[in-house]
């Protein structure tokens, strides 16, 4: 049974910084790509970063020089670090597993950002 599972999500006055984990279980972890994705309430969900089992990194116009994925292989997670929030990254933030025809999903975390 394949489960990814994110932690860290919360509330963080803008500028502040969170760090998000996502683990997970169920699949050969390097073997996919492993990414974040956000969805605001009344928009679509959409790709914060990605980053390959080889660590080349892909990130929305809007996180660059913000965030940060990474991922340990060997602990079979992948993080997002957050720096520089800003109200308009309150969303639930989603894990996401892919590899070729195979895409699975986290249960999401909230992330508000508020003053």
């Known amino acids: 049974q394949v489960q990814l599972v994110e932690s860290g999500g919360g509330l963080v006055q803008p500028g502040g910084s969170l760090r998000l984990s996502c683990a997970a279980s169920?699949?050969?972890?390097?073997?996919?790509?492993m990414g974040w994705y956000r969805q605001a309430p009344g928009k679509q969900r959409e790709l914060v970063a990605s980053i390959t089992s080889g660590d080349s990194t892909n990130y929305a116009d809007s996180v660059k020089d913000r965030f940060t994925i990474s991922r340990d292989n060997g602990k079979n997670t992948v993080y997002l670090q957050m720096n520089s929030l800003k109200p308009e990254d309150t969303a639930a933030y989603f894990c996401?597993?892919?590899?070729?025809?195979?895409?699975?999903w986290g249960q999401g975390t909230q992330v508000n950002v508020s003053s």
């Open positions: 996401n597993a892919q590899r070729t025809y195979r895409s699975y």
């Open positions: 169920g699949i050969t972890f390097n073997f996919y790509i």
